[in-house]
């Protein structure tokens, strides 16, 4: 217990990025750096060892808190050799993009900052892929940003062809989950005041970040790697954006550019089976907020769609996949929090290329 009290794994001081410190990347994937109005932010592209599929939608992937684009490196590997175009970002103060100080990052900037970031990424994949709209996929924090992007007026001007949210922060609002999170961690709060408020703290140890974010298969090697990518820190407006309710659902689906073309779902919801934080019941209680969303703008004719349609079960691992009113919710079974990560990720993999083949 007390081996989780230490200032190993945390960090008050960005890193140097020199062309020559940036990671390594796999075979297939390559690295571009984006100009914004802050600095150069990171996206990763998996790029199809053969042509592409005719027409193919990019898949547009968004980290969430502490993470980085490397969270979805075997996505981009398994998408880009089906012949999928994809790409994954990283946010100022993530991965390879651009770091502002400890203080400005943790405690002066917001989700809407950061959310201009992913959007500047999805405009310069829209641009390489001659305007057409992108899949969002977000896990945890960047799928709440994803919520938020699709339903704030500011950025009226982003659509998608079909949203994804991985473990996603709840649009309704994010205090439950927090509230587990502390029931996890009877040390959070003490921690959190050892480390003098450092917002790594719940995760400032392997043996927490396992516990948090991954299921007790994952290898321990793969962990500390993890453990060590992780961004160096946080910024604490971004959570505290999302604790009430963030989302307007309906405003969110006029987004989504994919309804009437086949009369499937636009949405999908993708839950780990063991995540402890992002819950089963959380996740159940965000695909139903869309669904009624959903069949209120049928009704209201305001997108196409079968009003009539049911939810249904749908066949899968794990066997707790659903379907009906425009939304398609399914579990990775034996996975955590990071469900791209964990050990059964390329089950979560398939669910989301079946959710992609259907738009």
């Given at each position: 217990?007390?081996?989780?009290?230490?200032?190993?794994?945390?960090?008050?001081?960005?890193?140097?990025?020199?062309?020559?410190?940036?990671?390594?990347?796999?075979?297939?994937?390559?690295?571009?750096?984006?100009?914004?109005?802050?600095?150069?932010?990171?996206?990763?592209?998996?790029?199809?060892?053969?042509?592409?599929?005719?027409?193919?939608?990019?898949?547009?992937?968004?980290?969430?808190?502490?993470?980085?684009?490397?969270v979805w490196l075997e996505?981009?590997?398994?998408?880009?050799?089906?012949?999928?175009?994809?790409?994954?970002?990283?946010?100022?103060?993530?991965?390879?993009?651009?770091?502002?100080?400890?203080?400005?990052?943790?405690?002066?900037?917001?989700?809407?900052?950061?959310?201009?970031?992913?959007?500047?990424?999805?405009?310069?994949?829209?641009?390489?892929?001659?305007?057409?709209?992108?899949?969002?996929?977000?896990?945890?924090?960047?799928?709440?940003?994803?919520?938020?992007?699709?339903?704030?007026?500011?950025?009226?001007?982003?659509?998608?062809?079909?949203?994804?949210?991985?473990?996603?922060?709840?649009?309704?609002?994010?205090?439950?989950?927090?509230?587990?999170?502390?029931?996890?961690?009877?040390?959070?709060?003490?921690?959190?005041?050892?480390?003098?408020?450092?917002?790594?703290?719940?995760?400032?140890?392997?043996?927490?970040?396992?516990?948090?974010?991954?299921?007790?298969?994952?290898?321990?090697?793969?962990?500390?790697?993890?453990?060590?990518?992780?961004?160096?820190?946080?910024?604490?407006?971004?959570?505290?954006?999302?604790?009430?309710?963030?989302?307007?659902?309906?405003?969110?689906?006029l987004r989504i550019t994919?309804?009437?073309?086949?009369?499937?779902?636009?949405?999908?919801?993708?839950?780990?089976?063991?995540?402890?934080?992002?819950?089963?019941?959380?996740?159940?209680?965000?695909?139903?907020?869309?669904?009624?969303?959903?069949?209120?703008?049928?009704?209201?004719?305001?997108?196409?769609?079968?009003?009539?349609?049911?939810?249904?079960?749908?066949?899968?691992?794990?066997?707790?996949?659903?379907?009906?009113?425009?939304?398609?919710?399914?579990?990775?079974?034996?996975?955590?929090?990071?469900?791209?990560?964990?050990?059964?990720?390329?089950?979560?993999?398939?669910?989301?290329?079946?959710?992609?083949?259907?738009?």
């Amino acid at each position: 217990m007390f081996d989780t009290f230490t200032y190993r794994f945390l960090h008050f001081r960005r890193p140097t990025l020199t062309p020559s410190s940036l990671p390594s990347l796999p075979e297939g994937i390559e690295r571009f750096l984006v100009d914004t109005p802050g600095g150069k932010i990171e996206v990763l592209y998996g790029k199809p060892p053969k042509p592409t599929r005719n027409g193919a939608t990019p898949l547009f992937f968004v980290h969430g808190g502490m993470g980085g684009a490397w969270v979805w490196l075997e996505y981009l590997s398994f998408f880009a050799s089906r012949g999928i175009p994809c790409y994954a970002v990283s946010m100022r103060g993530h991965g390879s993009s651009w770091h502002p100080s400890y203080f400005r990052m943790v405690y002066l900037t917001t989700k809407r900052m950061l959310a201009e970031d992913v959007v500047a990424g999805i405009k310069w994949v829209q641009q390489r892929h001659g305007g057409k709209e992108v899949v969002y996929v977000g896990h945890s924090s960047g799928g709440g940003l994803g919520q938020y992007i699709l339903s704030a007026p500011e950025f009226e001007d982003v659509k998608v062809k079909g949203l994804a949210l991985a473990g996603a922060v709840p649009g309704f609002g994010s205090l439950g989950v927090y509230i587990n999170w502390w029931r996890l961690d009877p040390w959070f709060s003490f921690r959190m005041i050892f480390h003098g408020w450092h917002p790594n703290s719940p995760l400032s140890h392997p043996s927490l970040t396992r516990r948090v974010f991954f299921s007790e298969q994952l290898p321990g090697s793969y962990l500390m790697k993890f453990q060590q990518r992780a961004s160096r820190y946080e910024s604490f407006l971004w959570p505290l954006g999302m604790m009430s309710p963030f989302v307007k659902p309906q405003n969110l689906l006029l987004r989504i550019t994919s309804w009437g073309a086949n009369k499937g779902q636009g949405i999908m919801v993708l839950g780990g089976e063991i995540d402890k934080i992002m819950t089963v019941p959380v996740m159940e209680k965000l695909a139903n907020t869309y669904r009624e969303s959903y069949t209120s703008l049928v009704v209201q004719k305001k997108i196409e769609g079968e009003k009539g349609d049911g939810v249904e079960k749908l066949s899968g691992d794990g066997g707790e996949d659903t379907v009906g009113h425009g939304v398609r919710c399914c579990y990775v079974p034996g996975a955590g929090h990071h469900l791209q990560n964990d050990v059964t990720w390329e089950i979560g993999a398939r669910k989301l290329l079946a959710f992609y083949e259907q738009l």
